[in-house]
Every structure is written in structure tokens, then in C-alpha cells.
């Protein structure tokens, strides 16, 4: 399951893998993330964030410290450029100059599909 993380995610069955797509700043919506949640991931669940400036990458590195630091547990962790406002290539450079355990993502549906589209 996927969600924005606003809601807490303690509330989703434990057999449910959930991806929590961390609100940046850039998204106007970062003040609702309900980062307790990072204190609540299983094993199997992943943390994503859409990257749309450099503010917003340095945004994600603080979570991901404060989830290390906080929750003690390693999840996989998705940086995903924003469509038409990051280019790929420069977030995969930042990845690479601070050596990030991170995967680089983009939002593929919105390169098979026009961006105004919700799929076939």
C-alpha cells in the first residue's frame, strides 16, 4: 500500500508492505507528514520522496537521519526526481557525490502516460 504518510501507518494490517511517500517542501504539503510513522516501519515497508529542488533533497537527508537515528531499522529508500521540475541526471549526481544508500526512481507513469492521465 502506498501512502502519503499523514495517517498513521500503525493503524494498516502488518501483513500489508507499505510505502510511505514522504511530503517535501517544494510539495507544499511537508508540514503534514506524520513523521512518527518513520518509528513505525516493519521490515518489508520503503520510504519514497519526490524531490522537485535542492531543498527538498536536503529535506530528505535529514529524515532518512532522523529515521536512522530515531527508528533504528534500515528500510529501502526511493529519491524520485519530480516530473518536469528535477532533472534525473542532476539528482543522480547529488546521490552519488554524498554516497546515499538510496535508490534513484523516477515516476515512470508519468513517462509511459501524458502526466494528466491516472493510466489505462
Known amino acids: 500500500m ?18 510511505i511517500d514522504v511530503k517535501c517542501p517544494s510539495s507544499g504539503m511537508s ?3 506524520d513523521l512518527e510513522n518513520l518509528n513505525r516501519l516493519s521490515h518489508r515497508d520503503e520510504l519514497k520522496f519526490v524531490i522537485g529542488n535542492h531543498e527538498d533533497y536536503d529535506y530528505a537527508k535529514r529524515v532518512l537521519n532522523f529515521a536512522n537515528l530515531k ?12 516530473f518536469n521540475e528535477m532533472e534525473p541526471g542532476i539528482l ?5 557525490e554524498d554516497h546515499l544508500d ?8 508519468k513517462y509511459i502516460w501524458h502526466p494528466d492521465h491516472r493510466g489505462v
Open 31 to 33: 508540514d503534514m507528514n
Open 2 to 19: 502506498e501512502t502519503n504518510g499523514t495517517v498513521d501507518i500503525s493503524q494498516v494490517d502488518d501483513r500489508c508492505a507499505k510505502i
Open 102 to 109: 538510496v535508490r534513484l526512481h523516477i515516476q515512470l507513469h
Open 71 to 82: 527508528a533504528h531499522k534500515r528500510n529501502p529508500v526511493s529519491f524520485s526526481p519530480a
Open 92 to 96: 543522480a549526481k547529488w546521490i552519488l
